[in-house]
């Protein structure tokens, strides 16, 4: 019933034209609880925020968006109505991502050609976030 009260929101808040539909829950992540969610025409990712402000998730939205403006590849939250990025629903915060397939590399089996790739991503962020948190 909840899942069904969720999709209703998804959908009308992204205005999607086909109903999406929460398939599976992803274990991973501490910050958050993530799912992935169907419709016919796509895959997304369904981050639901745990122990974070509205204040918070706005700020970590403006900096995902200064980041992916500045070229650093950047998963950014999907825009729903009102150029809102995050929902809310049941008490809970909610924000849809595009949906990625990634591979994870742990630490012990970096490349020096991904080792040199995360370095220079770093310093780049590094360099963009001198001047301060973006507005």
């Known amino acids: 019933m909840i899942n069904d009260q969720l999709e209703k929101k998804i959908r009308i ?5 086909t109903d999406p539909h929460i398939i599976d829950q992803i274990k991973e992540g501490y910050l958050s609880q993530n799912f992935v969610v169907n419709n016919e025409e796509d895959r997304f990712f369904l981050k639901q925020y745990a122990d974070y402000t509205k204040e918070e998730i706005e ?15 950047i998963i950014a939250p999907l825009e729903g109505k009102n150029k809102k990025t995050y929902f809310i629903f049941d008490g809970k915060f909610y ?6 397939n990634a591979k ?10 991904s080792l040199k790739s995360l370095a220079s991503s770093l310093a780049k962020i590094h360099l963009l976030s001198k001047h301060g948190y973006p507005e």
């Open 59 to 73: 700020g970590i939205h403006r900096v995902k968006h200064f980041l992916s403006q500045a070229g650093i590849p």
């Open 13 to 17: 808040f992204y205005n999607m034209s």
């Open 104 to 113: 994870t590399i742990s630490r012990e089996n970096l490349s020096v050609k």
């Open 95 to 100: 924000a849809l991502f595009p949906f990625v």
